[in-house]
């Protein structure tokens, strides 16, 4: 009120000084804000909807054409600096201070988009040219491409008007990305891990493959040599038959048994039959059980005579002499008791046996001729089984993403089978390159937090906000992760403006619940 | 020896209180008695009188007294013919032409043959699987071809697989013995160092992987004997096998025969089994049907339990229970650490991913003594009394004797056992069995 004498000649231009009576109408004003109501989206040229638009635009209209009655002495004078693109106080700030504005060299600035805030406030008074701007003069003056964007300016106010202190973000006083895996051990060991992870779960393909590739080849071979030894055994028998009628006259010859000189022959004796029980293909096993005789009930009629020689007397303990045995006699009498079995268990013996048939069907066992070499075969037959995997499924390009002969942990094959790989919103990002597409705008700080905000020492904010808009594009994922690395452990908002309505949108990491620990 | 005995009637000896038969046999028949089972029963005392006789392939001496306690069943068999005395009232005795004995001497000679085959070509002799089911005679067959080898001058092998009617050790374990003697009339083999493992139950199912592995593993120590021991190689093995041929059982005795890579298995009475086994082994293995003898007594539950029993404490205290003197000491629990081979099995869905069932079934479970340990059979296993590292090779280590638990005392933590061998133990890992004794008599 001091200075009212001198401010007054200036005021003469620009301020209107209002009688009393129109100031009480003023204050009397009603503060209501329009109430918005619902959104119509489609014109139904009925009177009704164009009635309602109309009060609603003469509301609006009404309420941005009303004169604002403000307090001079309330009003801070400020001076907007083009080539600075900031507000310079000159006369003391207001309370607002405690959250907005800078000093820089001895003097008090203010933001373009805090200015045109407090100036909606009617807190400033802006000059230009020694001439006070309207806000509409504000909004075409401050907001540019270079300051503050419509955009930004919309969210920064929405987020003032809410009580929300909102500062500028200044990449620059981020810690810079050293500093942050020296602050944060936690995202180091994070991209070591995914490291080790990736390593592990490289595709091993190749190898695998080739080694399919040789084994199918050894596979032909095994055939070949197998198609060798059945020619060869296709001979065999004719030279088998050549020889008994030999040894059946040796037998007759040799009709009483004589001691050692005798060598081979003398036992002989029995030889007949079981010479044919042989399989004329299978190897000849160490053992000729075609000279050594057991009295095998099992064996049939005609290969088992009825009556057994006796034995040689050398072979039987104290030099006894036995006479011949009758047999038949015995075969009637084998497994007179009944196997007791409930008529599941017969069914299920049933079943088994139709589907195993005899191992000495197959050529390769017949070949073999003892343990060792049966053994090998049946080593042999297990690695090949197990090797013998479905060619549809692995001889082609793309194979599957695990060889169940390889028993790994569970976790690791859940990991491996996991074709989208979970991320981490920091996972890689301080490799990516900086872009400015997308940037953040404002610290945001939480209203209860105002008493004792300091613009000096800010502390770490509550958000940070990235404005865009719905007519642009949705932020991909490369961007989401480099202003959450820019961010740090700050969550970044993104706050979208629909024309007057703005939306806020995070992204959060989150863990899918896995089964397994581990 | 060999001459017929002169047809002199030995005037007979009044024995005092009982009665004497006579029976005079003809050649290849035999003589089948039982004496009853059941305590205080008048035992059976056999004589041979004239000729030649044998009870199981060994042979009996003239005018020597053979004893025969209850619930013995006794074949006397002759070849040439002969005349015996019984002193006694068996349950049943009479004779008996119908012998497989001439199917069973032939066997021998055959298995002789190979024996001779393989003395001649340096090689190893044959290796012989007796299968069966139960109540067959597959133990006395067993008992029959090892005697006429060792008279003819063997030394074969057997390996006793049977883990409910072990002829070697205490049931519930597996075993293989090197056979330098005739089996003892009335006692059987004499059972000198005897490799035995502990199983731990009477019938294989109960853990039939540990089953399969002790079999592998007696089947590896019995090829490193023979590596050494050309008499033994020479000599062979006869397995006796378990009476359990379906299931498992049958996979187990295919399992044994490709272990021990046996040349002949001899099925006794049983033509399914002998075509599966025609069907599973390979062709160079010569599986022979032979039958039964038609003096097999099929044997109880009881009776076996008895025979089970008889043994555990014929291996305390001597056959008969005169022969030896047992120890009985007390030990404390912390100077010992006992194991149960086997986890309890558990279904599948109860494990953990990736796991499954077999691991369980060979692991060492530690046993905290308590008062349920009171009469079980306790094997001392011979693996070294090493640390933790150490337990991995107790389930494949042999036995080295066998102790019976009588009384536990949780108070002061001490057990008293019953022990062939006076304190200390020689080493402080024990199994314990399911089977339990009861020092009653």
Same mark, same amino acid.
Request: with cysteine; aromatic share 8%; net charge negative.
């Given at each position: ?35 918005? /109501? ?34 001079? /002495? #309330? ?18 700030? +207001? ?27 009617? #807190? ?102 197998? !198609? ?33 000189? /005798? ?33 095998? *009930? ?63 069907? #197959? ?10 070499? &049966? ?12 090797? +013998? ?28 089978? !996991? ?5 981490? *919103? ?30 000096? #020492?800010? +502390? ?38 629909? &024309? +007057? ?18 | ?28 028949? =035999? ?10 029963? @008048? ?51 009479? $004779? ?26 340096? =090689? ?17 067959? %067993? ?16 390996? @006793? ?16 013995? %090197? ?116 003096? $097999? ?32 000491? =007390? ?18 869905? %109860? ?91």
């Amino acid at each position: 009120m001091a200075d009212q004498n001198k401010t007054g000649t200036d005021a003469k231009f620009y301020n209107e000084i209002l009688s009393p009576s129109e100031l009480f109408a003023a204050r009397s004003r009603s503060h209501k804000i329009p109430v918005r /109501g619902q959104k119509d989206f489609f014109p139904d040229d009925s009177d009704e909807q164009r009635q309602r638009l109309e009060q609603s635009l003469t509301e609006h209209w009404s309420l941005i054409s009303e004169e604002r009655v403000e307090k001079l /002495g #309330n009003l801070v004078k400020a001076t907007w600096v083009p080539s600075e693109k900031v507000v310079e106080l000159q006369s003391p700030a +207001g309370k607002f201070w405690q959250t907005m504005g800078f000093s820089a060299g001895g003097k008090q600035f203010l933001f373009p988009e805090e200015a045109l805030y407090l100036m909606e406030c009617g #807190n400033v008074q802006v000059f230009y040219q020694e001439l006070p701007l309207s806000i509409q003069d504000g909004y075409e003056k401050f907001l540019s491409s270079s300051t503050v964007r419509l955009q930004e300016y919309q969210v920064f106010g929405h987020l003032k008007r809410l009580g929300y202190v909102v500062l500028r973000f200044d990449p620059s006083s981020e810690t810079s990305s050293y500093a942050k895996q020296l602050n944060l051990p936690q995202s180091h060991d994070r991209s070591g891990k995914q490291l080790k992870r990736k390593r592990s779960a490289s595709p091993t393909t190749p190898s695998s493959h080739t080694e399919a590739q040789e084994e199918s080849t050894a596979d032909r071979m095994e055939e070949d040599t197998c !198609s060798r030894e059945s020619q060869e055994d296709k001979k065999y028998p004719e030279s088998h038959r050549a020889i008994s009628p030999k040894t059946s006259s040796t037998q007759t010859a040799t009709a009483s048994p004589e001691d050692g000189g /005798g060598g081979t022959t003398w036992w002989m004796e029995d030889v007949v039959g079981e010479r044919s029980d042989q399989q004329p293909a299978s190897a000849a096993s160490r053992w000729d059980f075609s000279s050594i005789f057991f009295p095998d *009930l099992g064996a049939s009629r005609e290969l088992l005579s009825s009556c057994l020689a006796s034995p040689h007397p050398s072979l039987l303990p104290g030099a006894l002499a036995v006479g011949v045995c009758d047999v038949d006699p015995w075969r009637s009498r084998i497994n007179l008791r009944d196997v007791k079995m409930s008529l599941k268990e017969q069914m299920r013996e049933e079943e088994k046996r139709k589907r195993r048939s005899d191992i000495n069907k #197959n050529r390769e066992v017949r070949n073999c001729r003892n343990w060792a070499e &049966y053994r090998e075969l049946m080593e042999r037959r297990e690695e090949r089984r197990s090797k +013998g995997r479905p060619a549809h499924l692995w001889d082609g390009e793309v194979t599957p993403l695990h060889d169940p002969r390889q028993p790994i942990p569970t976790g690791e094959l859940l990991d491996k089978i !996991s074709v989208i790989k979970s991320t981490n *919103l920091l996972e890689g990002a301080s490799r990516l390159q900086a872009s400015d597409e997308w940037r953040i705008s404002f610290n945001v700080y939480q209203p209860d937090t105002v008493a004792d905000f300091k613009k000096s #020492n800010q +502390g770490k904010p509550y958000a940070r906000m990235c404005v865009c808009s719905f007519d642009g594009p949705v932020p991909d994922l490369r961007a989401i992760k480099q202003l959450a690395f820019r961010s740090g452990d700050v969550p970044v908002v993104f706050a979208v403006v629909d &024309y +007057g309505d703005i939306s806020f949108y995070t992204f959060k990491d989150f863990q899918l619940p896995t089964d397994v620990f581990l | 020896m060999a001459t017929e005995g002169v047809e002199t009637t030995s005037e007979d000896v009044p024995v005092p209180g009982k009665v004497s038969t006579r029976y005079d046999l003809e050649k290849e028949t =035999e003589l089948r008695f039982e004496v009853e089972a059941g305590e205080a029963v @008048e035992q059976v005392e056999l004589e041979l009188l004239t000729g030649m006789a044998e009870v199981f392939g060994s042979e009996l001496n003239r005018n020597k007294k053979y004893t025969f306690g209850a619930g013995s069943k006794i074949a006397v068999f002759t070849w040439q013919g002969c005349s015996v005395n019984l002193y006694g009232k068996p349950e049943v005795a009479y $004779v008996s032409k119908d012998t497989p004995m001439l199917l069973y001497l032939n066997t021998h000679a055959a298995l002789e043959q190979m024996r001779k085959q393989a003395e001649r070509d340096n =090689e190893r002799g044959p290796r012989v699987m007796v299968v069966g089911p139960t109540d067959v005679g597959k133990s006395t067959v %067993c008992r029959l071809l090892l005697s006429y080898a060792v008279r003819v001058g063997r030394r074969p092998t057997l390996v @006793e697989l049977d883990v409910g009617q072990s002829g070697v050790s205490v049931p519930g374990t597996m075993s293989a013995l %090197c056979i330098e003697r005739p089996a003892d009339v009335e006692e059987g083999f004499s059972v000198q160092a005897p490799l035995v493992y502990h199983f731990g139950s009477t019938t294989p199912g109960t853990n039939i992987k540990l089953y399969n592995k002790l079999t592998s593993c007696l089947a590896e120590v019995f090829s490193q004997r023979c590596e050494v021991n050309r008499k033994a190689s020479v000599g062979g093995c006869i397995i006796n096998t378990c009476g359990w041929v379906k299931g498992s059982g049958y996979q187990a005795l295919v399992h044994c025969a490709s272990a021990f890579e046996v040349d002949v298995v001899l099925v006794l009475d049983h033509e399914r089994l002998y075509n599966e086994l025609k069907r599973d082994l390979p062709h160079f293995v010569r599986v022979v049907l032979l039958p039964k003898s038609g003096g $097999v007594v099929e044997r109880s539950k009881e009776c076996r339990r008895d025979t089970r029993d008889e043994k555990i404490r014929e291996y305390f205290y001597g056959f008969r229970g005169v022969t030896f003197y047992p120890f009985s000491y =007390e030990v404390r629990f912390s100077d010992v650490r006992i194991y149960k081979i086997g986890a309890p099995s558990i279904p599948d869905s %109860c494990l953990p991913l990736g796991m499954s069932q077999d691991d369980t079934q060979l692991k060492l479970v530690p046993v905290t003594p308590g008062r349920d340990l009171t009469y079980h059979v306790l094997s001392v296993s011979s693996a070294e009394d090493g640390e933790e590292g150490a337990r991995k090779g107790i389930v494949e280590s042999p036995v080295c004797g066998f102790i019976v638990v009588t009384n536990v005392d949780t108070q002061t933590q001490v057990m008293k056992v019953l022990s062939p061998a006076p304190r200390p133990l020689p080493r402080h890992t024990l199994l314990i069995m399911d089977i339990r004794f009861m020092d009653m008599k």
